[in-house]
Protein backbone atom coordinates (compact mmCIF):
# COMPACT_ATOMS: atom_id res chain seq x y z
CA UNK A 1 0.00 0.00 0.00
CA UNK A 2 1.38 3.14 -0.87
CA UNK A 3 0.99 6.35 1.66
CA UNK A 4 2.79 9.03 0.15
CA UNK A 5 3.29 12.18 2.81
CA UNK A 6 0.07 14.44 3.23
CA UNK A 7 2.01 16.64 5.50
CA UNK A 8 2.18 19.89 3.04
CA UNK A 9 6.56 20.85 2.27
CA UNK A 10 8.18 22.73 4.15
CA UNK A 11 8.30 26.61 2.64
CA UNK A 12 8.58 30.35 3.51
CA UNK A 13 7.83 31.49 0.12
CA UNK A 14 5.61 29.15 -1.08
CA UNK A 15 2.62 27.48 0.06
CA UNK A 16 2.30 23.70 -0.92
CA UNK A 17 -1.09 22.29 -1.44
CA UNK A 18 -1.85 18.69 -0.78
CA UNK A 19 -4.07 17.17 -3.72
CA UNK A 20 -6.56 14.21 -3.10
CA UNK A 21 -5.33 10.83 -4.11
CA UNK A 22 -6.61 9.33 -7.22
CA UNK A 23 -8.45 5.95 -5.47
CA UNK A 24 -9.07 2.50 -7.85
CA UNK A 25 -12.02 1.87 -5.68
CA UNK A 26 -11.72 -1.52 -5.81
CA UNK A 27 -11.82 -1.86 -9.43
CA UNK A 28 -9.56 -3.05 -12.29
CA UNK A 29 -8.65 -0.13 -14.81
CA UNK A 30 -10.67 -1.94 -17.84
CA UNK A 31 -9.42 0.55 -20.53
CA UNK A 32 -6.53 0.00 -22.56
CA UNK A 33 -5.34 3.28 -22.59
CA UNK A 34 -3.35 5.31 -25.58
CA UNK A 35 -0.41 6.81 -23.24
CA UNK A 36 0.36 6.63 -19.37
CA UNK A 37 3.05 8.63 -18.09
CA UNK A 38 4.82 7.91 -14.93
CA UNK A 39 6.06 11.40 -13.13
CA UNK A 40 4.42 14.56 -13.48
CA UNK A 41 7.74 16.75 -13.37
CA UNK A 42 8.63 19.18 -16.15
CA UNK A 43 9.27 16.32 -18.48
CA UNK A 44 5.88 14.20 -17.80
CA UNK A 45 3.60 17.29 -17.62
CA UNK A 46 4.52 18.99 -21.67
CA UNK A 47 4.51 16.00 -22.21
CA UNK A 48 0.71 15.17 -21.46
CA UNK A 49 -0.07 18.67 -22.48
CA UNK A 50 1.58 17.97 -25.75
CA UNK A 51 0.20 15.02 -26.82
CA UNK A 52 -3.91 16.66 -25.76
CA UNK A 53 -2.38 19.23 -28.51
CA UNK A 54 -2.20 16.40 -30.75
CA UNK A 55 -5.47 14.90 -29.98
CA UNK A 56 -3.98 12.39 -27.97
CA UNK A 57 -5.26 11.33 -24.24
CA UNK A 58 -3.27 10.38 -21.56
CA UNK A 59 -3.09 9.10 -18.10
CA UNK A 60 -0.37 10.73 -15.45
CA UNK A 61 0.30 8.39 -12.56
CA UNK A 62 2.52 10.64 -9.95
CA UNK A 63 3.62 8.92 -6.72
CA UNK A 64 3.24 11.87 -4.76
CA UNK A 65 0.52 14.44 -3.49
CA UNK A 66 1.66 17.93 -4.48
CA UNK A 67 4.86 19.74 -6.29
CA UNK A 68 7.97 18.64 -5.73
CA UNK A 69 10.71 20.15 -2.82
CA UNK A 70 12.41 22.75 -3.22
CA UNK A 71 13.28 25.57 -5.89
CA UNK A 72 15.50 22.78 -8.26
CA UNK A 73 15.11 24.08 -11.38
CA UNK A 74 14.93 28.11 -11.70
CA UNK A 75 16.61 29.20 -14.99
CA UNK A 76 14.51 28.66 -18.09
CA UNK A 77 16.00 29.65 -21.52
CA UNK A 78 13.81 31.09 -24.56
CA UNK A 79 13.96 28.10 -25.95
CA UNK A 80 12.14 26.72 -22.86
CA UNK A 81 9.42 29.80 -23.11
CA UNK A 82 8.56 29.17 -26.77
CA UNK A 83 7.84 25.68 -25.81
CA UNK A 84 6.01 26.70 -23.06
CA UNK A 85 4.08 29.65 -24.89
CA UNK A 86 2.92 26.09 -27.16
CA UNK A 87 1.51 24.76 -23.71
CA UNK A 88 -0.39 28.29 -22.77
CA UNK A 89 1.51 29.24 -19.36
CA UNK A 90 3.98 31.28 -20.60
CA UNK A 91 2.42 34.37 -19.34
CA UNK A 92 1.96 32.85 -15.88
CA UNK A 93 5.88 32.51 -15.81
CA UNK A 94 7.08 36.31 -17.50
CA UNK A 95 3.96 37.47 -14.98
CA UNK A 96 6.49 36.65 -11.70
CA UNK A 97 10.00 35.59 -13.37
CA UNK A 98 12.81 37.42 -13.31
CA UNK A 99 14.77 37.93 -16.78
CA UNK A 100 17.91 38.69 -17.13
CA UNK A 101 21.15 38.43 -19.60
CA UNK A 102 24.27 39.48 -17.89
CA UNK A 103 26.48 37.11 -15.94
CA UNK A 104 29.59 37.95 -13.72
CA UNK A 105 32.31 36.14 -12.49
CA UNK A 106 34.92 37.59 -10.42
CA UNK A 107 37.90 36.29 -8.95
CA UNK A 108 40.19 38.11 -6.09
CA UNK A 109 37.81 40.53 -5.78
CA UNK A 110 38.04 41.21 -9.32
CA UNK A 111 35.09 40.97 -11.71
CA UNK A 112 37.24 39.31 -14.49
CA UNK A 113 34.57 38.52 -16.57
CA UNK A 114 31.11 40.02 -17.73
CA UNK A 115 29.04 37.78 -20.17
CA UNK A 116 25.75 39.18 -21.89
CA UNK A 117 23.43 36.58 -23.68
CA UNK A 118 22.36 37.77 -27.01
CA UNK A 119 18.93 39.34 -27.15
CA UNK A 120 17.77 39.98 -30.38
CA UNK A 121 14.43 42.83 -30.88
CA UNK A 122 12.68 40.06 -32.69
CA UNK A 123 12.91 37.99 -29.91
CA UNK A 124 9.93 38.09 -27.18
CA UNK A 125 11.46 36.35 -24.67
CA UNK A 126 14.58 37.45 -22.59
CA UNK A 127 17.87 34.93 -23.25
CA UNK A 128 16.47 33.37 -18.91
CA UNK A 129 14.02 34.17 -16.83
CA UNK A 130 13.95 33.08 -13.44
CA UNK A 131 11.34 31.21 -11.55
CA UNK A 132 11.48 28.19 -8.96
CA UNK A 133 9.97 24.81 -9.90
CA UNK A 134 7.37 24.49 -8.22
CA UNK A 135 5.67 27.54 -9.41
CA UNK A 136 6.55 25.90 -12.65
CA UNK A 137 4.67 22.62 -11.97
CA UNK A 138 1.75 24.60 -10.51
CA UNK A 139 1.48 26.56 -13.79
CA UNK A 140 1.37 23.19 -15.65
CA UNK A 141 -0.59 21.42 -13.48
CA UNK A 142 -3.32 23.77 -14.22
CA UNK A 143 -2.99 23.67 -17.54
CA UNK A 144 -3.38 19.65 -16.98
CA UNK A 145 -6.07 20.05 -15.16
CA UNK A 146 -7.97 22.26 -17.56
CA UNK A 147 -7.84 19.34 -20.04
CA UNK A 148 -10.43 17.33 -20.57
CA UNK A 149 -8.18 14.64 -22.60
CA UNK A 150 -5.43 14.81 -19.25
CA UNK A 151 -6.64 11.95 -16.81
CA UNK A 152 -4.19 12.80 -13.65
CA UNK A 153 -3.97 10.79 -10.81
CA UNK A 154 -2.14 12.03 -7.36
CA UNK A 155 -0.44 9.35 -5.28
CA UNK A 156 -0.17 6.66 -7.96
CA UNK A 157 2.94 5.10 -7.62
CA UNK A 158 3.97 3.05 -10.48
CA UNK A 159 5.38 -0.08 -8.49
CA UNK A 160 6.45 -2.55 -11.83
CA UNK A 161 6.14 -2.61 -15.65
CA UNK A 162 5.54 -5.83 -17.86
CA UNK A 163 6.79 -4.40 -21.27
CA UNK A 164 4.75 -6.91 -23.60
CA UNK A 165 4.75 -6.72 -27.97
CA UNK A 166 1.90 -4.55 -28.58
CA UNK A 167 1.29 -2.87 -24.92
CA UNK A 168 2.87 -2.16 -21.14
CA UNK A 169 0.79 -3.56 -18.13
CA UNK A 170 1.69 -1.66 -15.21
CA UNK A 171 1.44 -2.16 -11.53
CA UNK A 172 0.15 1.19 -9.72
CA UNK A 173 0.17 1.39 -5.85
CA UNK A 174 -2.43 3.60 -4.24
CA UNK A 175 -3.71 4.61 -0.81
CA UNK A 176 -6.15 1.58 -1.58
CA UNK A 177 -3.75 -0.62 -3.03
CA UNK A 178 -2.64 -2.07 -6.21
CA UNK A 179 -4.58 -2.10 -9.66
CA UNK A 180 -3.10 -2.66 -13.10
CA UNK A 181 -3.50 -0.05 -16.14
CA UNK A 182 -2.92 -1.40 -19.64
CA UNK A 183 -1.78 1.12 -21.72
CA UNK A 184 -0.16 0.95 -25.65
CA UNK A 185 2.84 3.29 -24.96
CA UNK A 186 3.96 4.09 -21.36
CA UNK A 187 6.19 7.53 -21.07
CA UNK A 188 8.48 6.76 -18.02
CA UNK A 189 9.10 10.53 -16.92
CA UNK A 190 10.00 9.47 -13.35
CA UNK A 191 13.09 11.61 -12.80
CA UNK A 192 16.93 11.02 -12.55
CA UNK A 193 16.19 8.06 -10.25
CA UNK A 194 13.84 6.56 -12.27
CA UNK A 195 12.62 3.02 -10.55
CA UNK A 196 11.54 1.71 -14.50
CA UNK A 197 15.34 2.38 -15.68
CA UNK A 198 16.02 0.50 -12.31
CA UNK A 199 13.82 -2.31 -12.69
CA UNK A 200 14.60 -2.79 -16.63
CA UNK A 201 18.55 -3.07 -15.28
CA UNK A 202 19.44 -0.56 -18.33
CA UNK A 203 22.75 0.95 -18.17
CA UNK A 204 23.67 4.55 -19.22
CA UNK A 205 26.81 5.70 -20.85
CA UNK A 206 28.84 9.02 -20.00
CA UNK A 207 30.75 10.34 -16.96
CA UNK A 208 30.03 11.24 -12.70
CA UNK A 209 32.23 13.71 -11.51
CA UNK A 210 34.09 14.06 -8.06
CA UNK A 211 32.35 16.56 -5.41
CA UNK A 212 29.76 18.06 -4.65
CA UNK A 213 27.84 21.57 -4.27
CA UNK A 214 25.57 22.75 -1.74
CA UNK A 215 22.46 24.55 -3.28
CA UNK A 216 21.02 26.63 -0.27
CA UNK A 217 17.54 29.14 -0.74
CA UNK A 218 17.68 31.77 1.47
CA UNK A 219 15.46 34.93 1.96
CA UNK A 220 17.87 37.94 1.98
CA UNK A 221 17.74 41.63 0.92
CA UNK A 222 20.36 42.46 -1.53
CA UNK A 223 20.12 45.27 -3.66
CA UNK A 224 21.48 43.39 -6.43
CA UNK A 225 20.09 43.33 -10.23
CA UNK A 226 19.16 40.00 -11.81
CA UNK A 227 22.39 38.63 -13.02
CA UNK A 228 24.30 35.33 -12.74
CA UNK A 229 27.22 35.65 -9.84
CA UNK A 230 29.94 33.38 -9.91
CA UNK A 231 32.97 33.55 -7.77
CA UNK A 232 35.77 31.36 -8.21
CA UNK A 233 38.24 30.32 -5.54
CA UNK A 234 37.09 32.45 -2.93
CA UNK A 235 39.13 33.21 0.41
CA UNK A 236 36.12 31.46 2.48
CA UNK A 237 36.25 28.28 0.02
CA UNK A 238 40.08 27.96 -1.41
CA UNK A 239 40.07 26.37 -4.96
CA UNK A 240 36.39 26.58 -4.90
CA UNK A 241 33.26 27.78 -6.71
CA UNK A 242 30.76 29.80 -5.68
CA UNK A 243 27.12 31.14 -7.97
CA UNK A 244 24.04 32.63 -6.91
CA UNK A 245 21.15 33.65 -8.26
CA UNK A 246 18.50 35.97 -7.64
CA UNK A 247 14.88 34.34 -7.34
CA UNK A 248 11.46 35.53 -7.37
CA UNK A 249 9.89 36.08 -3.91
CA UNK A 250 12.48 37.49 -2.17
CA UNK A 251 14.90 34.14 -2.71
CA UNK A 252 18.58 34.49 -3.16
CA UNK A 253 20.29 30.54 -4.30
CA UNK A 254 23.51 30.51 -3.15
CA UNK A 255 25.24 27.52 -4.60
CA UNK A 256 28.80 26.31 -3.68
CA UNK A 257 31.34 23.70 -4.15
CA UNK A 258 32.11 21.66 -1.00
CA UNK A 259 35.62 21.15 0.27
CA UNK A 260 36.69 17.45 -1.01
CA UNK A 261 36.42 14.45 1.52
CA UNK A 262 33.96 16.60 2.80
CA UNK A 263 30.36 14.59 3.15
CA UNK A 264 26.91 15.77 2.63
CA UNK A 265 25.48 15.45 5.61
CA UNK A 266 28.35 17.31 7.50
CA UNK A 267 27.87 20.15 4.26
CA UNK A 268 24.41 20.76 5.42
CA UNK A 269 24.66 20.30 9.53
CA UNK A 270 23.24 24.36 10.01
CA UNK A 271 26.02 25.63 11.98
CA UNK A 272 27.99 24.46 8.85
CA UNK A 273 25.80 26.07 6.52
CA UNK A 274 25.33 29.14 8.36
CA UNK A 275 28.30 30.09 8.71
CA UNK A 276 29.40 29.66 4.76
CA UNK A 277 26.58 31.85 3.72
CA UNK A 278 27.61 34.19 6.07
CA UNK A 279 31.15 34.22 4.78
CA UNK A 280 29.62 34.29 1.12
CA UNK A 281 27.64 37.19 2.30
CA UNK A 282 30.20 39.04 3.98
CA UNK A 283 32.68 38.68 0.73
CA UNK A 284 30.02 40.51 -1.83
CA UNK A 285 30.01 43.37 0.95
CA UNK A 286 26.58 42.69 3.38
CA UNK A 287 28.19 41.35 6.70
CA UNK A 288 25.59 40.41 9.77
CA UNK A 289 22.55 41.30 7.41
CA UNK A 290 19.82 38.91 8.30
CA UNK A 291 18.73 35.86 6.28
CA UNK A 292 16.19 32.95 6.52
CA UNK A 293 17.14 29.53 5.22
CA UNK A 294 14.32 28.05 3.03
CA UNK A 295 15.95 24.73 1.51
CA UNK A 296 19.26 22.69 1.09
CA UNK A 297 20.61 20.03 -0.67
CA UNK A 298 23.45 18.47 -2.09
CA UNK A 299 24.06 17.47 -5.53
CA UNK A 300 26.83 15.85 -7.52
CA UNK A 301 27.58 16.66 -11.46
CA UNK A 302 26.68 13.92 -13.73
CA UNK A 303 27.12 13.69 -17.36
CA UNK A 304 25.10 10.86 -18.48
CA UNK A 305 22.30 9.32 -21.08
CA UNK A 306 20.54 6.07 -22.50
CA UNK A 307 21.79 5.20 -25.98
CA UNK A 308 18.13 4.45 -26.68
CA UNK A 309 15.22 6.02 -25.10
CA UNK A 310 12.91 3.37 -26.55
CA UNK A 311 12.59 0.00 -24.95
CA UNK A 312 9.49 -1.89 -26.76
CA UNK A 313 6.24 -0.03 -25.38
CA UNK A 314 8.29 1.97 -22.93
CA UNK A 315 9.78 5.47 -23.72
CA UNK A 316 12.16 7.43 -21.44
CA UNK A 317 12.32 10.86 -21.31
CA UNK A 318 13.60 14.08 -19.41
CA UNK A 319 15.86 12.93 -16.03
CA UNK A 320 14.95 9.61 -16.68
CA UNK A 321 16.50 9.40 -19.98
CA UNK A 322 19.28 11.71 -18.99
CA UNK A 323 20.93 13.27 -16.26
CA UNK A 324 22.75 16.43 -17.03
CA UNK A 325 24.68 18.97 -14.98
CA UNK A 326 23.04 22.03 -13.49
CA UNK A 327 25.71 24.45 -14.62
CA UNK A 328 24.28 25.78 -18.09
CA UNK A 329 20.87 25.50 -16.91
CA UNK A 330 20.65 22.10 -18.48
CA UNK A 331 18.10 19.79 -16.45
CA UNK A 332 14.49 21.01 -16.83
CA UNK A 333 15.32 22.90 -20.39
CA UNK A 334 16.39 19.71 -22.04
CA UNK A 335 13.47 17.92 -20.35
CA UNK A 336 11.16 20.62 -21.91
CA UNK A 337 12.77 20.00 -25.56
CA UNK A 338 12.35 16.09 -24.99
CA UNK A 339 9.05 16.43 -23.82
CA UNK A 340 7.74 18.17 -26.87
CA UNK A 341 9.21 16.42 -29.54
CA UNK A 342 7.77 12.80 -27.96
CA UNK A 343 4.84 14.69 -27.90
CA UNK A 344 4.51 15.06 -31.57
CA UNK A 345 5.89 12.03 -32.09
CA UNK A 346 4.45 9.82 -30.33
CA UNK A 347 0.72 11.21 -31.29
CA UNK A 348 1.74 10.87 -34.98
CA UNK A 349 2.27 7.18 -34.40
CA UNK A 350 -0.54 6.71 -31.95
CA UNK A 351 -2.96 8.35 -34.47
CA UNK A 352 -2.04 5.94 -37.28
CA UNK A 353 -0.13 8.59 -38.82
CA UNK A 354 3.47 7.75 -39.57
CA UNK A 355 5.08 4.46 -38.49
CA UNK A 356 6.87 3.22 -35.67
CA UNK A 357 10.33 4.30 -37.15
CA UNK A 358 8.81 8.21 -36.28
CA UNK A 359 9.37 7.05 -32.29
CA UNK A 360 13.12 5.70 -33.61
CA UNK A 361 13.41 9.44 -35.43
CA UNK A 362 12.55 10.89 -31.69
CA UNK A 363 15.11 8.50 -30.07
CA UNK A 364 17.65 8.90 -32.24
CA UNK A 365 17.27 12.69 -32.51
CA UNK A 366 17.16 13.40 -28.69
CA UNK A 367 19.84 11.02 -27.76
CA UNK A 368 22.06 12.90 -30.84
CA UNK A 369 20.94 15.99 -28.16
CA UNK A 370 21.89 14.74 -24.90
CA UNK A 371 25.09 13.90 -26.22
CA UNK A 372 25.83 16.76 -27.43
CA UNK A 373 24.60 18.75 -24.18
CA UNK A 374 27.26 16.00 -22.57
CA UNK A 375 29.97 17.23 -24.61
CA UNK A 376 29.30 21.04 -23.91
CA UNK A 377 28.27 20.11 -20.40
CA UNK A 378 31.82 18.50 -19.93
CA UNK A 379 33.84 21.34 -20.58
CA UNK A 380 31.61 23.88 -17.76
CA UNK A 381 32.11 20.89 -14.98
CA UNK A 382 35.61 20.32 -15.69
CA UNK A 383 36.01 24.31 -15.62
CA UNK A 384 34.10 24.46 -12.50
CA UNK A 385 35.29 21.44 -10.62
CA UNK A 386 38.53 20.58 -12.17
CA UNK A 387 39.86 16.99 -11.99
CA UNK A 388 43.42 17.25 -10.51
CA UNK A 389 46.17 17.74 -13.44
CA UNK A 390 45.60 19.16 -16.18
CA UNK A 391 42.47 20.51 -16.03
CA UNK A 392 43.32 22.23 -12.70
CA UNK A 393 46.55 23.43 -14.07
CA UNK A 394 44.84 25.32 -16.88
CA UNK A 395 41.66 26.54 -14.79
CA UNK A 396 44.24 28.21 -12.50
CA UNK A 397 46.51 29.58 -15.03
CA UNK A 398 43.12 31.33 -16.77
CA UNK A 399 42.39 32.59 -13.11
CA UNK A 400 45.24 34.15 -12.24
CA UNK A 401 46.02 35.52 -15.84
CA UNK A 402 42.53 36.82 -16.13
CA UNK A 403 43.31 39.43 -13.19
CA UNK A 404 45.87 41.49 -15.88
CA UNK A 405 44.87 39.67 -19.30
CA UNK A 406 42.13 40.14 -21.32
CA UNK A 407 42.39 37.74 -23.61
CA UNK A 408 41.94 34.73 -21.12
CA UNK A 409 38.65 35.98 -19.88
CA UNK A 410 36.40 34.48 -22.12
CA UNK A 411 37.10 31.36 -21.57
CA UNK A 412 34.73 32.11 -18.05
CA UNK A 413 32.25 31.53 -20.73
CA UNK A 414 29.10 30.09 -19.19
CA UNK A 415 28.12 27.67 -22.14
CA UNK A 416 24.08 27.63 -21.58
CA UNK A 417 21.84 25.40 -22.65
CA UNK A 418 20.74 26.11 -26.29
CA UNK A 419 18.17 24.01 -28.53
CA UNK A 420 19.91 21.20 -30.43
CA UNK A 421 19.47 21.58 -34.10
CA UNK A 422 18.36 18.26 -35.96
CA UNK A 423 20.67 18.98 -39.04
CA UNK A 424 21.10 15.22 -39.87
CA UNK A 425 17.58 14.49 -39.02
CA UNK A 426 15.72 11.48 -41.14
CA UNK A 427 12.49 13.72 -41.85
CA UNK A 428 14.85 16.82 -43.33
CA UNK A 429 14.02 17.16 -47.40
CA UNK A 430 16.42 15.54 -49.14
CA UNK A 431 15.03 17.60 -52.47
CA UNK A 432 14.37 20.92 -51.32
CA UNK A 433 16.50 24.23 -51.81
CA UNK A 434 18.00 23.97 -48.10
CA UNK A 435 21.68 23.76 -49.46
CA UNK A 436 21.13 27.00 -51.38
CA UNK A 437 19.58 29.47 -48.58
CA UNK A 438 22.42 32.09 -47.87
CA UNK A 439 19.86 33.11 -44.55
CA UNK A 440 17.77 32.29 -42.36
CA UNK A 441 17.31 28.97 -40.00
CA UNK A 442 18.47 25.79 -41.93
CA UNK A 443 17.68 22.18 -41.90
CA UNK A 444 16.77 20.97 -38.10
CA UNK A 445 16.81 24.38 -36.69
CA UNK A 446 14.41 25.98 -34.55
CA UNK A 447 12.62 28.82 -36.28
CA UNK A 448 13.21 32.24 -36.02
CA UNK A 449 11.02 34.40 -34.23
CA UNK A 450 10.42 38.43 -35.85
CA UNK A 451 8.43 41.13 -34.21
CA UNK A 452 5.42 41.88 -35.91
CA UNK A 453 4.02 44.67 -33.93
CA UNK A 454 3.84 45.50 -30.52
CA UNK A 455 3.37 42.61 -28.54
CA UNK A 456 3.01 40.75 -31.87
CA UNK A 457 5.53 37.91 -33.06
CA UNK A 458 6.07 35.67 -35.71
CA UNK A 459 5.75 32.74 -33.16
CA UNK A 460 2.31 33.24 -31.29
CA UNK A 461 1.26 32.59 -34.64
CA UNK A 462 2.39 29.16 -34.95
CA UNK A 463 2.28 25.84 -33.15
CA UNK A 464 -0.40 22.68 -33.00
CA UNK A 465 0.96 20.76 -35.99
CA UNK A 466 2.78 21.67 -39.32
CA UNK A 467 2.84 24.74 -39.75
CA UNK A 468 3.48 25.89 -43.71
CA UNK A 469 4.73 29.47 -44.21
CA UNK A 470 4.37 30.42 -47.81
CA UNK A 471 5.92 34.11 -48.95
CA UNK A 472 3.80 35.88 -51.38
CA UNK A 473 2.32 39.06 -52.16
CA UNK A 474 0.25 37.92 -53.90
CA UNK A 475 -3.59 37.43 -53.59
CA UNK A 476 -3.99 33.48 -53.37
CA UNK A 477 -2.01 30.14 -52.48
CA UNK A 478 -1.80 28.01 -55.86
CA UNK A 479 -4.22 25.56 -56.06
CA UNK A 480 -1.69 22.91 -56.87
CA UNK A 481 -0.62 23.43 -53.10
CA UNK A 482 -3.90 23.79 -51.70
CA UNK A 483 -5.35 20.19 -53.10
CA UNK A 484 -1.47 18.50 -51.54
CA UNK A 485 -2.66 20.53 -47.93
CA UNK A 486 -6.25 19.28 -48.26
CA UNK A 487 -5.19 15.39 -48.49
CA UNK A 488 -2.89 15.95 -46.13
CA UNK A 489 -5.85 17.34 -43.78
CA UNK A 490 -7.98 14.82 -45.24
CA UNK A 491 -5.79 11.80 -43.59
CA UNK A 492 -5.71 13.34 -40.05
CA UNK A 493 -2.46 15.92 -40.55
CA UNK A 494 -2.43 19.12 -39.02
CA UNK A 495 -1.50 21.51 -41.48
CA UNK A 496 -1.75 24.86 -41.49
CA UNK A 497 -0.95 27.49 -44.09
CA UNK A 498 0.60 31.03 -43.37
CA UNK A 499 1.04 33.65 -46.10
CA UNK A 500 3.46 36.30 -45.04
CA UNK A 501 4.04 39.55 -46.86
CA UNK A 502 0.40 40.86 -48.92
CA UNK A 503 -1.49 43.16 -47.19
CA UNK A 504 -5.08 41.77 -47.77
CA UNK A 505 -5.75 38.46 -46.65
CA UNK A 506 -4.37 35.64 -49.28
CA UNK A 507 -7.53 33.45 -50.58
CA UNK A 508 -6.87 29.77 -49.52
CA UNK A 509 -4.74 30.64 -46.57
CA UNK A 510 -5.60 29.92 -42.83
CA UNK A 511 -3.99 33.32 -41.89
CA UNK A 512 -2.42 36.44 -43.54
CA UNK A 513 0.39 38.00 -42.21
CA UNK A 514 1.50 41.35 -43.87
CA UNK A 515 5.00 41.60 -42.82
CA UNK A 516 4.85 45.51 -43.65
CA UNK A 517 8.72 46.02 -42.69
CA UNK A 518 10.05 43.32 -44.58
CA UNK A 519 11.46 41.71 -40.93
CA UNK A 520 9.95 37.93 -41.50
CA UNK A 521 11.79 37.85 -45.47
CA UNK A 522 14.91 39.57 -43.97
CA UNK A 523 15.29 36.77 -41.42
CA UNK A 524 13.97 33.92 -43.92
CA UNK A 525 16.30 34.96 -46.21
CA UNK A 526 13.38 35.71 -48.80
CA UNK A 527 14.77 36.22 -52.44
CA UNK A 528 11.00 35.98 -54.43
CA UNK A 529 7.36 35.18 -53.98
CA UNK A 530 6.65 31.49 -54.03
CA UNK A 531 9.34 30.54 -51.50
CA UNK A 532 8.53 28.82 -48.64
CA UNK A 533 9.41 26.66 -45.28
CA UNK A 534 7.86 23.82 -43.44
CA UNK A 535 7.91 23.45 -40.08
CA UNK A 536 7.31 20.41 -38.09
CA UNK A 537 4.96 20.40 -34.96
CA UNK A 538 8.24 21.03 -32.51
CA UNK A 539 8.56 23.99 -34.78
CA UNK A 540 12.18 22.72 -36.58
CA UNK A 541 12.67 23.13 -39.79
CA UNK A 542 12.53 20.48 -42.32
CA UNK A 543 11.85 21.95 -45.83
CA UNK A 544 12.68 24.96 -46.97
CA UNK A 545 12.63 26.25 -51.09
CA UNK A 546 12.99 29.19 -53.19
CA UNK A 547 10.04 27.99 -55.12
CA UNK A 548 7.48 25.46 -53.81
CA UNK A 549 5.24 23.70 -56.07
CA UNK A 550 2.77 20.76 -55.64
CA UNK A 551 5.13 17.90 -55.76
CA UNK A 552 7.92 19.20 -53.72
CA UNK A 553 5.75 19.98 -50.58
CA UNK A 554 4.12 16.10 -50.88
CA UNK A 555 7.71 14.84 -51.24
CA UNK A 556 8.29 17.03 -48.04
CA UNK A 557 5.70 15.58 -46.13
CA UNK A 558 6.21 12.20 -47.21
CA UNK A 559 9.87 12.47 -45.51
CA UNK A 560 8.58 14.09 -42.18
CA UNK A 561 5.92 11.70 -41.53
CA UNK A 562 7.19 7.79 -43.18
CA UNK A 563 4.83 5.05 -43.01
C1 LIG B 1 18.43 19.57 -5.90
C2 LIG B 1 18.18 19.81 -7.36
C3 LIG B 1 18.51 21.04 -7.92
C4 LIG B 1 18.31 21.27 -9.27
N1 LIG B 1 18.63 22.48 -9.81
C5 LIG B 1 18.45 22.68 -11.14
C6 LIG B 1 18.75 23.91 -11.75
O1 LIG B 1 19.18 24.86 -11.11
N2 LIG B 1 18.57 24.06 -13.11
C7 LIG B 1 18.05 23.02 -13.87
O2 LIG B 1 17.86 23.17 -15.09
N3 LIG B 1 17.75 21.85 -13.31
C8 LIG B 1 17.94 21.66 -11.98
N4 LIG B 1 17.61 20.49 -11.44
C9 LIG B 1 17.15 19.44 -12.33
C10 LIG B 1 15.67 19.60 -12.65
O3 LIG B 1 14.93 19.75 -11.47
C11 LIG B 1 15.27 18.36 -13.42
O4 LIG B 1 16.12 18.27 -14.57
C12 LIG B 1 13.84 18.38 -13.88
O5 LIG B 1 12.97 18.41 -12.80
C13 LIG B 1 13.61 17.13 -14.72
O6 LIG B 1 12.27 16.93 -14.91
P1 LIG B 1 11.65 15.48 -15.01
O7 LIG B 1 10.21 15.69 -15.24
O8 LIG B 1 12.42 14.67 -15.97
O9 LIG B 1 11.92 14.79 -13.59
P2 LIG B 1 11.40 15.21 -12.15
O10 LIG B 1 11.15 16.66 -12.06
O11 LIG B 1 12.34 14.62 -11.18
O12 LIG B 1 9.99 14.50 -12.04
C14 LIG B 1 9.85 13.12 -11.79
C15 LIG B 1 8.40 12.85 -11.41
O13 LIG B 1 8.20 11.45 -11.31
C16 LIG B 1 7.50 11.16 -10.10
N5 LIG B 1 7.81 9.77 -9.81
C17 LIG B 1 9.00 9.25 -9.41
N6 LIG B 1 8.89 7.92 -9.29
C18 LIG B 1 7.61 7.60 -9.60
C19 LIG B 1 6.89 6.38 -9.68
N7 LIG B 1 7.46 5.21 -9.39
N8 LIG B 1 5.59 6.42 -10.04
C20 LIG B 1 4.99 7.59 -10.35
N9 LIG B 1 5.63 8.78 -10.29
C21 LIG B 1 6.92 8.77 -9.94
C22 LIG B 1 8.00 12.22 -9.15
O14 LIG B 1 7.15 12.36 -8.04
C23 LIG B 1 8.00 13.44 -10.08
O15 LIG B 1 6.67 13.94 -10.21
C24 LIG B 1 17.78 20.24 -10.07
C25 LIG B 1 17.42 19.02 -9.51
C26 LIG B 1 17.62 18.80 -8.17
C27 LIG B 1 17.22 17.47 -7.58
Known sequence: MHHPSAEPRPSIYYPYQVFKPWLPQGHADPVRHRVAIAGSGPAGMVTALELARHGVPSVVLTSELQFSQGSRAICFTRRSMEILQQVGVDHRIT???LPWRFGNSHYRGQRVFRMEAPHDPDDRFFPIINLQQQYLEQYLFEACRAQPLIDFRWGNKVERVHNHRDHAEVVVDT????YILHAHWLVAADGGRSGIRSQFNLQMEGASYEGFFVIADIRVDLPLPTERLAYFDP???PGNTVLMHREPHGIWRVDYQLPPGESPEEALRPDVLQSRINAQLAMIGYPGIQWELDWSSVYSARTLTLPDFIHQRVIFTGDAAHLLPIFGVRGANTAFQDAQSLGWHLAHVVRGLAGPQLLRNHSAERVGAAREIIAEAGKSVRFMTPPAGGFQLLRNAVLS???TQEFVRPLYHWRTSRPHEYTHSALN????DN????NGPSHGAPPQN????????LLDHLGGGFDLLYFTRGSAVPEDLLHVVAQARGQGIALRITAIGACAPVAGAD???PDAQGRCRLRYGIQADGAAYLLRPDQHICARWHQLDAARLLDALTTALPR
Open 175 to 178: PQGE
Open 235 to 237: EWN
Open 511 to 513: QTL
Open 435 to 438: ATYT
Open 429 to 432: CRHD
Open 95 to 97: DVG
Open 401 to 403: LSL
Open 450 to 457: VKLGEDDY
